[in-house]
């Protein structure tokens, strides 16, 4: 019986969980058996980044009502998916950063993640399994530099696009957030050469947004901001909400979803979730990750 239907007879549903797995790192790419063990005794223990302390989270499935996975590479997990499809009955959304970054910038910026010909045929692999809709492509952070200048990620943005038009309706974009620690990673670069970074204006970030937008709904794909509201409005393109209880809700109705927003940073349209990941942990080396040293 669906939502509808209860509500109909006056029994309202029980709202249940969307676990986030993870924003703080990346469990697919790194830690399949550990996720997978903690579905077996039905929790996972949790530190809180800010407080210490440990808390609990249900994995049970009648608790969990969709696992938005976050990854560079699910290759590594797919054995996992295999083996809790059923246990869940396949309720997952799949966010895939997918930056297309050359091989002389990928070994500066993300040196440990998989080239681009290997993440699309993974995403096709997602898609034919879990269908299209469920994978959430993330052409995130949008970085320009001399070596990926605005024409440069432009056009590997269309020519992602192309590729990944039959295996994703949906793209999030952001521009990289100089965080601190983000800062002086980058300008540690650049004082060493290898790479000179060009921080654009509002209007260039206006006018790639407006372009991008263009090309995806060439492909089929809608675009979506993740924390750029000001972009957002500018070039018309409407809020993300990478953690999205609408979405979970049109793909899982017999599920009842929350409706709270609960933002986990500045302009962040993020239902609220549970999140089981740990900063600190995640192996990409991405130079610039804001959850990670």
Known sequence: ????????IGIKPQQKNIISASRRTDIPSFYGEWFFEQVKQGFAKVRNPFSGKYSEISLKPQDVGAIAFWSKNYLPFLPILDKIDSIYEK?????FTITGFSEEVQKILEPFVPYTSISIKTAKILAEGYGLEKVLWRFDPIIFSNLSPFEERLK??????????SFTRRCYISFIDLYGKVKRKLDHITNSGKMRFIKPTINEQVEFAKRVKEIALEH???VYTCCEDTVGKMADIPKG???DADLLGKLFPEIQFTDTIHPTRKECGCYESKDIGTYNTCRHGCIYCYASR
């Open 220 to 222: 089929g794909i809608q």
């Open 1 to 8: 019986m669906n939502n509808s239907s209860l509500l109909k």
């Open 156 to 165: 590997t943005f269309s020519n992602l696009a192309g590729s990944l038009e």
């Open 241 to 243: 909400h990478c953690i």
């Open 91 to 95: 309720r997952f959304v799949f966010h």
